[in-house]
């Protein structure tokens, strides 16, 4: 199990240097001079060679991505943004709070309800409450999460006032976000739990559990569910990974000041070592999550972790 973690962790470098390449790449390629971004269109010839010079972008492209990753790698140093002068690392650290608050509430939720209404849905199948959840599920997952987000707003803060339409302030302030990315993903939930539900139930030990006697609720719970939540646990740690993505769009639409906001504007303004340190510092956290996705899965199925537990055949 061990060797397994670290060639896990081992792996996560290359998946590093693949992220940044490619947004470092992308942010080159882009129209636009980041000193005129930075300094505005107003800016004298000596700021923008003072600015290029400070910052190296007079470089080739080859060397200036060498010493990021050579930074990141040796110092733990994600830039500096050029637009507040401020290591990258610490603005990140100062905002992930926010954006896993909204992730985690989010997540807790879609799960909650997804698995809850799939269980439901699989052991009724074909009743109408089966059809309904499933023509809701693909609605919900069919709805694109800006537009989601701003109903949610113009309803309960426009219409109700019954929560705040944007800013971070108290508990309050992270329902509507959290419903905004809990509801679409809640609906993929259901779906994929249903699924897999419907494949155990079809299972020849659910049938000699039927057999023998057993109560329904257990037949379901301990016997059909334990081997569907698998897969789901798989499911739900994919899905967390997107959340961390979705963020991004939720944060501008409520104006919360998390990652995906501080993301967004380093892009308008071309601020290369933002873009870069936050979308691989979203990398790493999505690595680590699917690594604890596996570990839980090796703690539940015992196939799993005699498969990489020391001596175990593969």
Known sequence: ????ILKRLLSMIFIVIGVAFVVFTIMEITPGDPAIMMLGDNASAEDISAFNEKFGLGKPFVVRFGNYILKLFTKFDFGTS?????????TLLDRIPI????????????????????????????????????V????????????LGMMLAILFSLKLHLLPASGIGSWKHYILPMLTLGIPYSARILRSTRSYMLEAIRQDYIRTAK??????????????????????????????????????????????????????????????????GGTVFLAIIFSLIL???????????PRIKARYSKGGKK
Not at 1 to 4: A, F, G, R, T, V
Not at 136 to 147: D, E, G, S
């Open 136 to 147: 809701t599920a693909m609605i919900m997952a069919a709805i694109p999460v800006f537009w």
């Open 99 to 134: 954006t896993l608050n909204i992730a985690v509430s989010s997540i807790a939720f879609a799960s909650l309800i997804g698995v809850s209404l799939g269980v439901l849905s699989a052991v009724k199948q074909y009743s109408p409450l089966d059809y309904v959840a499933r």
């Open 82 to 90: 050029w637009l507040t002068s401020r290591p990258v690392l610490s």
């Open 291 to 301: 690594l604890l996705v596996d570990l839980l899965h090796a703690s539940i199925d």
């Open 211 to 276: 057999a023998k006697g057993i109560p329904e609720k257990r037949i379901i719970w301990r016997h059909a569910f334990a081997n569907a939540c698998l897969p789901v646990i798989n499911t739900i740690g994919v899905y967390v990974g997107s959340l961390l993505g979705g963020a991004v769009v939720t944060e501008t639409v409520f104006g919360c000041n998390g990652l995906g906001s501080f993301i967004i504007n380093s892009v308008k303004r071309k601020d290369i070592p933002a873009v870069t």
């Open 1 to 4: 199990m061990y060797k397994y």
